[in-house]
């Protein structure tokens, strides 16, 4: 399976509210980050999770975000970040 | 009141008005409590697993513990190229020690002088179980699993640990496929120690960062 991104790359985590179970958490969504790394392919557990075999494999990427980017009056240090493990169908290039 | 508490005689069975240890049967089991009850009783039922089974399955579940994580990093931190193994791949440097780690992607992350590393799970309580076994109570709360990830510096300091304002403080939410581990950073003073003497101050809280090692 190819990457399409790569470390480095800004990306998007999709706005969207798709009903079931979902591993990208809600204050996430929206926001933008970089790419820290490819963390390999796995079965996309949105599938698992109702007992479908999870294929194709998707492949999920490191992603981390400037905290000061993702809550309006955090109050910690500008390269305080939160890294979020995210499968690659929730990511849009920014 | 503790006076008056002990001063009758303790020759009966007695609980005084209520005890403190909540008991946790008396709430009455919740919808996704009873499925997992009706699961459980149509597996065995159907001979997919024996009751025996699923007790094995637990009771190995709940007797891992944070030991074997303290070797790990006692090791790495006296080993500089099994440190670097294990940022490059955890799975594969734990399973040099004989701990298999599963399917999940074990990521370390390093505490250094500049960088502080907590982890957390915002959706449930997702933890490195192979190395640090169960979560604590904490761990699971939704206190600590929606505040950590808004407010670190303040949550660290309730735990404890005052971070310098120039330090950056990096959550993890763990939430998919990667469990990590934290190698904090060892403590001066520490530099004649065998991996032993090592183990016994890298404690669970210090492996999820919300505290660091010290020498007392």
Redesign the interface.
Known sequence: MSNNFAPGDSVKVRQTHPPGHR???Y??RGKVGQIERV??D?PN?EELAYGFDGLPKKT?Y?VRFR?KDV?EN????E?????????EHWLLPA | MAEERGAHEHNHDHDHDLTFQPNIEDSEPGLYELMTYAIRELLIEKDHLTPEELRLAQEKVESLERSDGSKVIAKAWSDPDYKQRLLDDGNAALAELGIDAGAAKMTVVENTEKVQNVVVCTLCSCYPRAVLGMPPDWYRSKSYRSRVVIEPREVLKEFGTVLPEGKTVRVHDSLADLRYLVIPQRPEGTDDWNEEQLAAIVTRDTMVGVTNPSVS
């Open positions: 591993r990208t958490p204050y996430i963390c390999g796995f557990p999920l490191r905290q809550w955090y109050s910690g240090a390269t305080d970040t939160v890294d979020v493990d995210i499968y």
